[in-house]
């Protein structure tokens, strides 16, 4: 198993930025494809970004690109999700999930077999 803790989240005023962090522990990070997804009040959950188990590809949801980026740094099992031009609409609980199933980047949720607990990112107006 492996044990995924996001963190960063907070209030922000739309058009800012925020960098959410998902630090993994108890298996070798750098054997997992990881992705985040996002549930926003009375939505489902979405898909928002993913990323290989090299950090070399990664793919976005279309309504996040040129906006968000994601990456990892293995030797500090860690995985970012900078985010910029932040809109309304970004608001959600974010989380990291994790899996071995796969080696690049996939925006399927069922696909993942490990999630964090979520952090809440707030957009005001």
């Known amino acids: 198993q492996v044990q995924l803790v996001e963190s960063g989240g907070g209030l922000v005023q739309a058009g800012g930025s925020l960098r959410l962090s998902c630090a993994a522990s108890?298996?070798?990070?750098?054997?997992?494809?990881v992705g985040w997804f996002r549930r926003a009040p009375g939505k489902d959950r979405e898909f928002v970004a993913a990323?290989?188990?090299?950090?070399?590809?990664?793919y976005y949801a279309e309504s996040v690109k040129g906006r968000f980026s994601m990456s990892r740094d293995n030797a500090k099992n860690t995985v970012y999700l900078q985010m910029n031009s932040l809109k309304p609409e970004d608001t959600a609980v974010y989380y990291c999930?994790?899996?071995?199933?796969?080696?690049?980047?996939?925006?399927?949720?069922?696909?993942?077999?490990?999630w964090g607990q979520g952090t809440q990112v707030t957009v005001s107006s």
């Open positions: 999930a994790a899996t071995l199933r796969l080696r690049g980047p996939d925006p399927d949720p069922s696909k993942y077999d490990y």
């Open positions: 108890g298996r070798t990070f750098s054997s997992y494809a």
């Open positions: 990323i290989s188990l090299s950090g070399r590809s990664t």
